[in-house]
């Protein structure tokens, strides 16, 4: 079936609401939308998404249990067959960090992978998650796109200041390495596979200095499928907003066309 689908970042699914976000759901042609860091219960969830779920949207939502981090969550404009959160780890079954979903013949997933920093226990915590993540992905077969938040920039290209931030987390080698990885095992970057001589397209922008108004962003928001899908993509867009003041979080949506 063709299928339209996005995945955005909220940073905050209450703030993100008020700001922006119940609009751009009521506008977008979307058939599934993945979330990213909702950072909510499942009550507070809905209820910040309550004008979407009452005009038709159907909320799948992995709770996170640590207070005001993680949390994803898929929007689908049918109910979907069946839901499952997590992939099978007991350290990150409860974090709210990944959940996935059936509709039909294809499976649809939302990660938020950790945001690291070099040389510290939060970067030992996000390789753990990817020591166990990655055997899962390679795991999966049939028609499966998982979407979301990488916090991974896997090449030059897709970073304005990679020069500057060769040891920075987000663009370690070990990161960009597990990447490839599943690019390797047959999962394909459809965004960068659609535009691949472009400069990104960013995705994300620090809320400091003039990163958004410069375009100095990082493409750490994409969307890995592998199957008949791989070939189905047709059309790729980062919903950059129009101006700062516009944004309703740092991240902005990527929606691919699937035909």
């Known amino acids: 079936m063709p299928i339209i689908l996005s995945t955005v970042n909220v940073n905050g699914v209450r703030a ?22 909702t950072r909510a219960t499942d009550a507070q969830t809905a209820k910040a998404l309550a004008p979407a779920l009452a005009a038709g949207w159907v909320l799948s939502h992995a709770e996170p249990e640590s207070k005001g981090r993680a949390g994803v969550a898929i929007l689908s404009r049918r109910a979907p067959d069946a839901v499952r959160i997590g992939f099978g780890s007991d350290e990150f079954a409860a974090s709210g960090r990944y959940i996935e979903a059936d509709f039909g013949e294809i499976t649809v997933a939302s990660v938020y992978v950790h945001s690291g920093e ?16 990655g ?20 090449a030059e290209v897709d970073l304005k200041n990679w020069k500057g931030n060769r040891k920075s987390s987000g663009f370690l080698p070990e990161e960009r390495a597990w990447i490839a990885d599943l690019l390797a095992a047959g999962y ?15 995705s994300w922008w620090s809320y400091r200095g003039r990163a958004f108004d410069n375009d100095s962003g990082w493409r750490i928001d994409y969307q890995l499928a592998r199957g008949e899908l791989t070939g189905r993509a047709k059309q790729a867009v980062v919903e950059r907003a129009a101006a700062y003041d516009q944004r309703w979080s740092d991240h902005a949506p990527v929606t691919v066309q699937y035909r």
């Open 135 to 154: 055997p899962y992905l390679k795991s999966r077969t049939g028609e499966f796109v998982v979407s979301g938040d990488w916090n991974i920039a896997p």
């Open 188 to 202: 394909v970057d459809v965004v960068r596979a659609l535009h691949p001589e472009v400069a990104g397209p960013y």
């Open 16 to 37: 993100a609401s008020t700001k922006g976000l119940s609009e751009w759901l009521a506008a977008t042609e979307a058939d599934i939308v993945c979330l990213q860091e």
């Open 118 to 133: 070099a040389g510290t226990p939060k970067q030992d915590e996000k390789y753990r998650f990817l020591a166990e993540f």
